[in-house]
């Protein structure tokens, strides 16, 4: 079996712990047993551990935790696979093996070394090279606590978790509790998880490293989101590329929908026209050239811009304002029920406001990001930020659907960990995390620019989900294009070259 790294997150499915299970199972089904998948499983950690600390010789002292359950199996197996290479191993297990395969794997291992008690796990691990986290994966269903206090505070040089650190919720990312085992490297098998990338879970888990364990490739529910497809212009009219427009505030707080249009215009609208009050023309013609200006005074003038059938996608939010003007051009947008992208001021004026709350429809986007997701849906906030006593914790995943299905529209719940999700239950995720972290993307303005790119793309004819997912991939990979010392601006600029490394 080849333990190779499988790499990039882009498009792969982001398993649940029953999905997970359930993979095992077919497998087992079909006739490979549970213990030669844990023989894999603890293969690939041993061939990950060669790759990523070939420093570690014959002779280096190795200290392995082992729980109960699966988790604590793999943690046998990697200890014997260690010790017959020349490591000096001491393991430890916090309870015997009560999993079959686990107990296996015990019997093995004590035909090689001892299993000592927990007392004294916290000194092996102080004088270890490596500290091996085999206590708790996918099963992890309550806190932890006293039993790895002393553990969290032994500084080693080397941590390495097998599946997940212990403590962290493989559904949520959250930590179960309060107390987690955090680790240098996390080595996982056959898919990612979803604790793997949101919320704590990269900051926990440290680097990720992905294994094949030789499971077949059945999807799940929910998958990251991956390199975009059809972005490519083909002959034809700038009408057949849509028309979007962007709605702007007063005088001076027009920068934010300027860069939301030059966004939607880059990645490929036919034709954006932002609306402005008369007064704040001069400010912007100043500023623009290919994005075309109106003026829109309140709600009429909008309603009267939106006869032409032509402009089929909305962008209101970014430097809007909150005032009674803004809150009826809101209104009148959704009335035409277009596809309409809802962020910043618009997420405000709608949180605070039943009427426009009730007028959404399922051809909007909202985009919030977590402040603004606490005022649309608080409730929702509460519990995916509260206080977690058992597992599976209540997720950001969990919060958008729920939000999605209960807004009747498409949310966008922005972060390192973006959460798309569709009122009829689709939800993806764009990870800007281990290799793909884009840390320059907290920057002020980078979310007016998301919004422009998703409302281009809606313009494009593409739907609230899709749209949403591509335009999280497109910023996150824009920023990294641009790297260190990003700022807003230049993110629309990064759109032409990227556009082209995805062979348009
Ligand atoms: N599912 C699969 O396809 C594979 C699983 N493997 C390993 O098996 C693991 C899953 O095994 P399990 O399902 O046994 O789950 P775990 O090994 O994560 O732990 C489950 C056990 O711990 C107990 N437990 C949960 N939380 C506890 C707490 N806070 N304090 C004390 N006890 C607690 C549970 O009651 C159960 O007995 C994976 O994470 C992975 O490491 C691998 O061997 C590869 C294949
Ligand atoms: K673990």
């Known amino acids: 079996m080849d333990a190779r ?3 990039s997150l882009d498009g792969a499915w982001l398993l649940s712990a029953t999905e997970m299970r359930a993979a095992e199972a077919r497998a087992i089904a079909a006739g490979t047993p549970g213990a030669v998948l844990m023989e894999r499983a603890a293969a690939s950690v041993v061939a990950a551990i060669d790759a990523q600390w070939p420093e570690l010789q014959p002779g280096a002292r190795i200290c392995v935790l082992c729980g109960p359950g699966g988790n604590g199996g793999d943690g046998y197996a990697v200890a014997r696979m260690l010790a017959a290479r020349g490591m000096r191993v001491a393991l430890h297990a916090l309870a015997p093996a009560s999993h079959p395969d686990a107990v296996g794997q015990a019997t093995l291992w004590r035909e090689m070394g001892e299993i000592g008690g927990w007392d004294g796990a916290t000194n092996s691990a102080a004088s270890a090279d490596l500290v091996i986290d085999a206590l708790f994966g996918i099963g992890l269903s309550r806190p932890l606590g006293a039993e790895i206090a ?3 505070e032994v500084r080693a040089p080397r941590r390495l978790a097998i599946d997940l650190p212990s403590g962290l919720c493989s559904e949520s990312g959250r930590v179960i509790g309060e107390a987690c085992l955090d680790a240098d490297f996390t080595v996982t098998f056959h898919a990612p998880k979803r604790g793997h990338v949101l919320a704590e879970g990269p900051a926990r888990c440290g680097r990720l490293d992905l294994r094949d364990i030789g499971l077949d490739a059945v999807g799940g529910e929910i998958a990251l989101t991956g390199v975009p497809a059809d972005l490519a212009k083909r002959a034809g009219h700038k009408y057949g590329y849509g028309h979007a427009l962007v709605l702007s505030g007063e005088v001076g707080r027009g920068g934010a929908a300027r860069m939301a249009a030059r966004a939607a215009l880059r990645i490929g609208a036919g034709l954006v026209t932002l609306g402005c009050p008369a007064a704040a023309l001069q400010e912007n013609a100043a500023r623009l050239d290919a994005i075309m200006l109106r003026p829109v005074r309140d709600e009429e003038a909008l309603a009267g811009l939106l006869e032409d059938a032509r402009l089929n996608a909305l962008l209101l939010g970014p430097g809007l304002g909150t005032g009674a003007r803004e809150r009826d051009l809101v209104a009148q947008a959704l009335s035409a029920g277009r596809a ?8 405000t004026l ?9 007028a959404l429809h399922p051809g909007c986007l909202l985009t919030p990001h977590e402040g603004e997701f606490a005022r649309l849906c608080t409730d929702l906030a509460d519990r995916m930020t509260g206080p977690t006593t058992s597992g599976p914790a209540f997720s950001r995943l969990d919060a958008a659907r729920e939000a999605a299905a209960r807004l009747g529209c498409t949310l966008l719940l922005k972060g390192p960990d973006t959460v798309i999700a569709a009122p009829d239950g689709r939800a993806r995720v764009n990870a800007s995390v281990y290799d793909r972290a884009a840390p320059w993307l907290a920057t002020a303005g980078a979310g007016d620019v998301l919004a422009g790119i998703a409302a281009g793309l809606m313009a494009r004819g593409r739907d609230g989900f899709d749209a949403a997912s591509t335009a999280a991939w497109l910023h996150s990979a824009a920023a990294r294009r641009f790297g260190p010392g990003l700022i807003a601006e ?5 759109l032409p070259g990227l556009l082209r490394e995805l062979g348009l």
Do not use: F, I
């Open 5 to 7: 790294s499988v790499g």
């Open 150 to 152: 002393a553990l969290r």
């Open 340 to 347: 309409t992208v809802l962020d910043a001021d618009a997420l």
């Open 350 to 358: 709608v949180a605070n406001d039943d009427g426009l709350r009730g």
């Open 490 to 494: 230049d993110l629309p600029e990064q």
